[in-house]
């Protein structure tokens, strides 16, 4: 059961432009979404997050996105840069939960 | 910046054997989290633990796993008789809060690799 979606494994991006990285969801009880960034090697890293009283939070040039009526988010990252390139993850909670439901990735990458 | 650590970073164990996963959390933070990565596969969520309990767990954590806080810095995942399925990564993970509202900051996981 694929609560999270991330329906495109990889992404390649030219540097300096924007990269969208899309994110649907199936459960209306979520209320909180997080994006995650990924390195080789690495354990997954908070990049931002959006509450489902929100539409929109921006964290200098990663913009989190939030349509509830489509059950879907983005993370948008403007200008790309190629330090930008691992896996983004997305994830979510419903309220009262401590676990968070992660999608299967999306491989970013940004070409110099 | 304060950090997850977890040890070892590669475990190979053959089938059937005990294992114990250990991890230091941010030394402020409450709330401990164990998940866990199958090769190509999406991260998920195995257990919560906060209080010296467990807050809650997923389908996955049968009784074959369990979790401890033998000491005031140490957050461990034992796995009593490891599967072949139990291959993957495993990452742990703090929060200074609880809640769906907080941001889990995670360690650089454990490979483990049952043989």
């Known amino acids: 059961d694929q609560q999270v979606k991330q329906n495109s494994p990889s992404l390649s991006v030219q540097e300096g432009r924007i990269s969208i990285l899309n994110c649907d969801y199936t459960?209306?009880?979520?209320?909180?979404f997080l994006w995650y960034k990924k390195y080789p090697a690495e354990g997954p890293t908070f990049l931002i997050s959006?509450?489902?009283?929100?539409d929109k939070n921006e964290d200098g040039r990663f913009t989190v996105f939030l349509n509830k009526s489509a059950k879907h988010l983005s993370l948008h990252i403007v200008p790309s840069q190629p330090g930008d390139s691992a896996v983004y993850f997305c994830?979510?909670?419903?309220?009262?939960?401590?676990?968070?439901?992660f999608g299967t990735g999306t491989r970013l990458k940004v070409l110099a | 910046e304060p950090e997850v650590t977890q040890t070892p970073s590669h475990q190979v164990t053959q089938m059937g054997q005990e294992v114990i996963l250990r991890c230091v959390p941010i030394?402020?933070?409450?709330?401990f989290y164990w998940y866990r990565q199958i090769l190509g596969q999406k991260v998920e969520f195995l257990v919560s633990?906060?209080?010296?309990?467990?807050?809650?767990k997923s389908e996955i954590f049968d009784d074959q796993f369990s979790v401890e806080r033998p000491d005031g810095s140490n957050f461990t995942l034992k796995i009593r008789s490891t599967k072949l399925e139990d291959s993957a990564m495993y990452f742990c993970?703090?929060?200074?809060?609880?809640?769906?509202?907080?941001?889990?900051?995670f360690g650089s996981g454990t490979q483990l690799s049952v043989l």
């Open positions: 993970a703090s929060s200074a809060q609880g809640g769906a509202n907080e941001k889990l900051f």
């Open positions: 459960n209306s009880m979520f209320d909180y």
């Open positions: 959006i509450s489902s009283i929100k």
């Open positions: 994830a979510a909670s419903a309220g009262g939960t401590y676990k968070y439901i």
């Open positions: 030394s402020n933070h409450l709330y």
């Open positions: 633990f906060y209080n010296n309990e467990i807050s809650e």
